[in-house]
């Protein structure tokens, strides 16, 4: 059964940082991408960033460009998303995601789902 776990969700302040790290067990996942999503109170799910595990090809949205950092650990089959400079906007649950072929924004392109942490930033 394959399972995706987020954790290191929390309370920051504006300005500040935090890591969040997916654990991913169940299958090989080789070949398949890695994305975070979030979604904001009351908007739709968005895309933040993605990688293949052999972290060839990597991508991020627009508003996460230069603050957020994916990476992997293929030893431990965990993926992280370190993000500084956290801004109120930000707030949301994030998601982790795995999914075949080259990492997406579409969502749709993600066959399994964790259950989501909550990050809030503060200002």
């Known amino acids: 059964q394959v399972q995706l776990v987020e954790s290191g969700g929390g309370l920051v302040q504006a300005g500040g940082s935090l890591r969040l790290s997916c654990a991913a067990s169940?299958?090989?996942?080789?070949?398949?991408?890695m994305g975070w999503f979030r979604q904001p109170p009351g908007k739709e799910r968005e895309f933040v960033a993605g990688m293949t595990w052999s972290g060839d090809r990597i991508l991020y949205a627009e508003s996460v460009k230069g603050r957020f950092t994916i990476s992997m650990d293929n030893a431990k089959n965990t993926v992280d998303l370190r993000m500084n400079s956290l801004k109120p906007e930000d707030t949301a649950v994030f998601y982790c995601?795995?999914?075949?072929?080259?990492?997406?924004?579409?969502?749709?392109?993600?066959?399994?789902w964790g259950q989501g942490t909550q990050v809030t930033v503060s200002s």
């Open positions: 995601a795995a999914g075949p072929g080259a990492p997406t924004p579409i969502s749709s392109g993600y066959r399994y």
């Open positions: 169940g299958r090989s996942f080789s070949t398949y991408s």
